[in-house]
């Protein structure tokens, strides 16, 4: 398993995903409120028409925001904690802070792990 994929398990653990929930009934993983891959939303967060398409997503958004190529301010240098800034805003009623300790503690990370570190292992 790749870094990538690591971070894409943490955050669909972190994001509570379990049936019933909103991630499941959406096939959404990582609770995006959109992607490129879907344009179909539903209860404000984007909606899959499978489990697969929505993990695709996942990978393809922290991709994008690991390699500092999001409209986000992210880079490469970022940290997870600059990044759980940004994904799991405090402004949505979100723990930035214990979102990105709680991921770094899933992955055996500190939460100043540069985002770069998961792509590492990528060709």
Excluded at 26 to 49: E, I, V
Excluded at 88 to 114: C, E, K, M
Aim: contains cysteine; aromatic residues 12%.
């Amino acid at each position: 398993m790749t870094r990538l994929e690591s971070l894409c398990y943490a955050i669909q653990k972190q994001e509570g995903w379990a049936p019933g929930t909103r991630a499941w009934r959406n096939n959404n993983p990582g609770n995006l409120r959109s992607s490129p891959l879907t344009k179909q939303t539903q209860d404000g967060y984007a909606f899959f028409g499978t489990f697969l398409d929505g993990w695709s997503a996942l990978w393809l958004d922290l991709w994008i925001k690991c390699a500092g190529r999001s409209k986000t301010g992210l880079t490469h240098n970022s940290t997870l904690a600059d990044f759980a800034a940004i994904y799991a805003p405090q402004r949505d009623g979100n723990d930035p802070g214990s979102y990105a300790r709680n991921i770094a503690a899933t992955l055996g990370v500190p939460t100043t792990t540069p985002l770069s570190y998961f792509l590492h292992d990528l060709q």
